[in-house]
């Protein structure tokens, strides 16, 4: 039986990951704090873990002990990470430093898996022109706007910088569906009538289903073809209009008011949150970082390689996958 390691495991798209692999039949270890909910993960034949990944010497003991023990993943998911902080050195401290900690440590005790899957970001190369809004390709520059983007782009330099490393990199675009709170918000404001829409100018955005990005990372494992990299969404595009719309319909919401927000007043309001955040202690869901994603006008992305060499279909858009979601959270009590 391989044997799977998903870092993040209690996250909102960790927990899916996990779920995948046990339905796969792959022994499964989940990597976790002592802090972590878990909540979803309490199907008992998941292997707990918690890595020191800080600490390279006692990562190393660490894996040196699972060594002796006869233990070796065949495939590492690497999920963990950071998306909002009230510390700016945390984005490169989480997404890059504990890439660089785990991967050397892999290496320096002969543990290194037959693929290394990096959960990277569409923020890591960065938001396309308004001219057109012609959708990002990997054959662009990348120009990441955030801290967030900057410190995923420099794992992914990080990885592709060693050599046969067997790594695969996927970067989703935005990522929805049941646990996911960030989107919770927009939903829940919209279930209230008010749908807050991020400037004037027309913004075109893309989506993947959290259950469709889990089958993306199960496909890319089986093709068996390493150092390669992918964006990830469900092919269409859609507007903010589109997103009002769906939620709108699955709530059963008759009329909802679309406020446009200047985005000036948005930094303000950014950095109001972030301000107090630093002063409560507890990161914000809308920071000056945040800001700097959400103010983009075209977050398109071409996932020609992504069907073409894993055949990629995916089983919802975005209508279907924002049903599927508000009856989760209604049957779950979130609505």
């Known amino acids: 039986m391989a044997k799977i390691l998903v870092t993040g495991a209690g996250g909102f798209i960790g927990s899916f990951i996990v779920e995948k692999a046990l339905s796969e039949g792959y022994e499964t270890w989940a990597g976790v704090r002592a802090s972590t909910n878990r909540g979803y ?6 292997h707990f873990i918690s890595l020191d990944y800080f600490n390279r010497e006692k990562l190393i003991q660490q894996l040196k002990v699972l060594k002796l023990t006869g233990e070796k993943w065949d495939y590492i998911i690497h999920n963990v990470g950071v998306t909002k902080s009230i510390h700016p050195k945390d984005f490169d401290r989480f997404n890059y430093g504990i890439v ?8 320096d005790t002969q543990m290194v898996p037959t693929c290394f899957v990096l959960m990277s ?17 990997q054959t662009d520059k990348p120009h990441p706007e955030s801290l967030y ?9 990080y990885l592709q910088s060693i050599p046969n490393f067997p790594y695969i990199i996927l970067r989703p675009t935005g990522v929805y569906g049941p646990r996911e709170r960030d989107y919770f918000l927009m939903i829940k404001s919209i279930r209230y009538g008010i749908d807050f829409v991020p400037g004037f100018q027309k913004q075109m955005l893309s989506f993947i289903y959290v259950k469709d990005l889990v089958n993306v990372i199960f496909s890319a494992i089986k093709k068996g073809e390493y150092r390669k990299a992918y964006f990830v969404s469900d092919g269409k595009e859609y507007s903010s209009e589109d997103f009002r719309r769906y939620v709108a319909n699955a709530l059963g919401k008759k009329r909802v ?23 409560t202690g507890k990161s914000p869901t809308l920071n000056l970082d945040k800001y700097q994603i959400i103010k983009q006008r075209n977050w398109l992305c071409d996932t020609t390689p992504l069907q073409q060499e894993l055949h990629f279909v995916p089983e919802y858009d975005l209508e279907k996958g924002i049903h599927e979601t508000i009856k ?5 009590g979130w609505l």
């Open 41 to 46: 993960l309490q199907n008992p034949d998941i």
């Open 100 to 107: 660089r900690n785990l991967v050397m440590s892999l290496i």
């Open 121 to 137: 970001s569409l923020s890591a190369w960065g938001a396309g022109c308004t001219t057109g809004y012609i959708p990002v390709k």
């Open 149 to 157: 983007g900057r410190s995923k782009l420099k794992a992914e330099g």
């Open 257 to 279: 008011l679309p406020v446009k927000v200047p985005l000036f007043l948005l930094k303000t309001l950014s950095w109001l949150s972030q301000t107090m955040a630093r002063i």
């Open 328 to 332: 989760w959270y209604k049957e779950n």
